[in-house]
């Protein structure tokens, strides 16, 4: 076994003599037995670990996921659909003009997850024309692109980035019109795009070169590209990135649809070793991105690659995210040994989200995906989308928080980038995980999560804590519950105070599905200092 490997597996199966857990039963429950102040210390993650996308096509405006809320017709949508990924059914999108990133709502709720990354980028950004002057856009972009990114909107961007303490992440535009007579890509819409964004006072941290290449089809690049064509590319990608904006982090291959069941028998597939084998080790950070299904949209129920509402708090629906990492990560180990792993896009579902993905149920994933994989050592997650379609951490008309943002403000306001070892193991249905407390030397944060729905659990506390419940009066309700009393905005948009309840030292019982955090500001845990 070759010692990268044996590093990866000894990083999530330690074996630490006293043990972070132990087990025993009572009459009632389960009881688990923490331990804070003993857990060791098994990685750390980037302090803008959970960050997230806006989508290119929501900047400039344009034909995205369609909510099932939706009306079936809409008499705002036009009906051209040139503006969308190949191949795919016109009526799965809605016409959405461009996001408003000035609103004051999006942006403070946005900020109050910072610092985080601000991914812009998505399928459609593959084939989106930079119109660098002032003015509305023009009535159709340019021969071989689908859309048009104005100035202004850029500059939004670079704005809200700013006023959100995200750090920009982007990929550029490949498509057809990129490219000269011999079909290689030329760096001039992308230099174009680096140099605004410079004298608009931004800058991009980090970039792919192609949204999923893996699927480079589909997002408009030339018909049979390859590997090799892939590679070639990247080569005078890179040569740009190193003379126009050599600090910035070079991420890829970016890859999606591998490690589960998403791609569907027949649809060709670059993959992602193929890719690597011609491009070598070239890559500062190795992306990737993780759906562990595709909505009802994109396959119907029951088909291969998708998923149901019954199965949303299983074992088997909760590893797919670990199932897609180990094989990009393992990738990883291969190819570009010890470079970082990012995620860059992920949600419930591809294609949107099922249903289910604004409501409290997908909670459990979003938060067990966080846990899990800093354990396994990726260092950023990027949820897909802060505010469209079904996914939104946000309700996209309102931008009212639905649960998963309830979820990712706890996250942010407890869970320090110091990982801990939790314990070598569980009562069935709970999922624990372990970090340092987040500005607190010594004190440790545990998030537990009851995935039973009807059976309580038990954990036994060995000193005082404050706790964080979150529950909803139905699994698919969009209304979450901090410790029994409704998370809503306040006046002027206020974010409600995130105050725990304490707890002495002693057995309390977490309901069925529900999700717990905990905080112990005195645990005095000395990997946490």
């Keep these: 076994m070759k010692t990268s490997q044996t590093s990866r597996i000894a990083g999530f199966l330690v074996a630490y003599a006293g043990v972070a857990f132990s087990f025993f039963q009572c009459a009632n429950a389960q009881t688990t037995v923490l331990e804070p102040a003993k857990m060791p210390r098994i990685g750390s993650v980037d302090e803008r670990f959970q960050s997230y996308n806006i989508e290119m096509v929501e900047v400039t405006g344009g034909r995205f996921w369609k909510p099932f809320d939706s009306p079936v017709t809409s008499a705002a949508a036009p009906q051209s659909s040139d503006n969308q990924p190949g191949g795919m059914n016109p009526s799965l999108y809605e016409y959405r003009a461009p996001i408003d990133l000035s609103n004051r709502r999006l942006r403070k709720l946005a900020a109050a997850l910072g610092p985080a990354y601000l991914r812009v980028s998505g399928t459609w950004a593959n084939t989106t024309y930079f119109q660098n002057t002032n003015g509305p856009a023009a009535e159709k972009p340019p ?258 928080p639905r649960p998963n943002y309830w979820a990712a403000l706890l996250w942010r306001t407890l869970m320090g980038t110091t990982v801990l070892d939790a314990g070598a193991g569980t009562a069935p249905g709970l999922r624990v995980y372990a970090h340092c407390l987040r500005n607190h030397p010594g004190g440790v944060a545990i998030l537990a999560m009851n995935t039973d729905r009807t059976q309580a659990h038990e954990l036994d506390l060995p000193a005082g804590a404050e706790r964080y419940s979150l529950t909803a009066p139905d699994l698919l309700s969009k209304q979450v519950q901090l410790n029994g009393s409704d998370l809503k905005l306040g006046v002027d948009d206020a974010l409600p105070t995130l105050a725990g309840e304490r707890e002495k030292v002693g057995k309390i019982s977490l309901a069925p599905a529900s999700i717990t955090f905990l905080s112990f500001p005195k645990a005095q845990n000395a990997r946490c200092q």
């Design 143 to 400: 021969e071989g692109f689908k859309g048009i990114l104005t100035a202004r909107e850029w500059k939004g961007v670079v704005d809200f980035s700013k006023a959100a303490n995200a750090e920009l992440v982007t990929s550029f535009a490949t498509g057809a019109g990129t490219r000269d007579t011999a079909g290689v890509w030329t760096p001039a819409e992308a230099e174009k795009v680096m140099v605004f964004t410079k004298s608009a006072g931004g800058n991009i941290a980090a970039a792919e070169f192609m949204n999923e290449p893996t699927f480079a089809e589909m997002g408009g690049a030339p018909k049979g590209y390859d590997a090799k064509a892939f590679a070639r590319d990247l080569t005078v990608f890179r040569a740009f990135v190193k003379r126009s904006a050599p600090g910035m982090l070079l991420l890829g291959p970016g890859g999606v649809g591998e490690g589960s069941q998403l791609v569907p028998p027949g649809m060709h597939l670059l993959s992602t070793a193929e890719i690597f084998a011609a491009t070598g080790p070239v890559f500062d950070v190795v992306s990737y991105h993780s759906y562990g299904a595709v909505s009802s949209r994109c396959g119907p129920p029951g088909s291969p690659g998708t998923t149901s509402e019954a199965a949303a708090l299983s074992g088997e629906w909760l590893a797919r995210a670990d199932h897609i990492e180990q094989f990009y990560g393992d990738l990883r180990d291969r190819f570009e040994p010890g470079k970082p792993l990012w995620n860059t896009e992920t949600a419930e579902a591809a294609c949107g989200g099922d249903r289910w993905a604004a409501a409290f149920l997908d909670s459990f994933r979003y938060l067990d995906q966080l846990g899990d994989l800093a354990k396994r050592g990726v260092q950023v997650q990027m949820h897909n989308t802060l505010a469209a379609s079904d996914y939104g951490l946000l309700d996209e008309k309102t931008y009212e």
